[in-house]
């Protein structure tokens, strides 16, 4: 499967930012999605994860109930709807699926597909 994230930029603290992933290439609705997020020296980290149907979801603590992820597989796309963006998001942002199970802390390695990421950059 391929992806592709999208919706980065460069915004004040405090504003909202939605990224999307659009997948193509197979049954998207099969996949688990997830995004993680990379800042300058610093390691990839896990951000939110989906289950394939939506219904069930996990964050990273340092984001929840700032960030809201969605999927709609009608259109092959997941979100990231960030609100209350801060200095400290300010990171490459990426979008990977899995082919496999849910579950509330899957790890990078975990997932089969990557994104070329998108840049969020927060400025204060």
């Known amino acids: 499967v391929q992806l592709q994230a999208s919706g980065g930029g460069l915004v004040q603290a405090g504003v909202s930012l939605r990224l999307s992933c659009a997948a193509s290439?197979?049954?998207?609705?099969?996949?688990?999605m997830g995004w993680f997020r990379q800042a300058p020296g610093k390691e990839r980290e896990f951000v939110a994860a989906?289950?394939?149907?939506?219904?069930?979801?996990s964050y990273a603590d340092s984001v929840k109930g700032r960030f809201t992820i969605s999927r709609d597989n009608a259109k092959n796309t997941v979100y990231l709807q960030m609100n209350s963006l801060k200095p400290e998001d300010t990171a490459v942002y990426y979008c990977?699926?899995?082919?496999?199970?849910?579950?509330?802390?899957?790890?990078?390695?975990?997932?089969?597909?990557w994104g070329q990421g998108t840049l969020v950059t927060v400025s204060s």
């Open positions: 990977a699926a899995r082919w496999g199970p849910y579950s509330d802390r899957l790890h990078a390695y975990e997932y089969d597909y």
């Open positions: 290439g197979r049954t998207f609705s099969n996949y688990v």
């Open positions: 989906i289950s394939w149907s939506g219904s069930s979801t």
